[in-house]
């Protein structure tokens, strides 16, 4: 990976995160709302964290773990699923960041598999 590649990843995690942050702020201060939200802050904000991890990794073997990390945080698709289906948040309001999410998954599979492929 180019270290252009890098620093946009790096970028467009820590603004995926941002936009969770305030997804979180703007929920309804229910306590159904505010549970899911909670777990929406926490894997959503971590994605970006495991990534920085990963490039600071000492092999390719930590580098992978760290990433598939990162990859378990984006279980941050479910909990903004669940907001939708519960009628808390509009699902217009949250297709942008649903497929931002999706896309994130999409890049660290892709990083991954290159990474066990060059293992291999």
Not at 60 to 67: Q, S, Y
Request: aromatic share 6%; hydrophobic share 40%; with cysteine.
């Amino acid at each position: 990976m180019v270290r252009e590649d890098v620093q946009d990843l790096r970028t467009r995690t820590k603004n995926f995160a941002l936009r969770i942050f305030r997804l979180y702020v703007s929920l309804p201060k229910t306590t159904q709302a505010q549970i899911l939200g909670k777990q929406v802050l926490r894997s959503g904000t971590s994605v970006g964290a495991h990534y920085r991890e990963a490039c600071r990794a000492r092999s390719d073997a930590d580098f992978i773990n760290k990433m598939e990390g990162g990859l378990q945080e984006l279980e941050t698709a479910y909990w903004l699923e669940l907001l939708v289906e519960s009628g808390i948040v509009a699902e217009k309001r949250l297709k942008p960041l649903m497929q931002e999410t999706d896309e994130l998954i999409s890049i660290f599979v892709t990083i991954v598999n290159k990474m066990k492929g060059k293992q291999a």
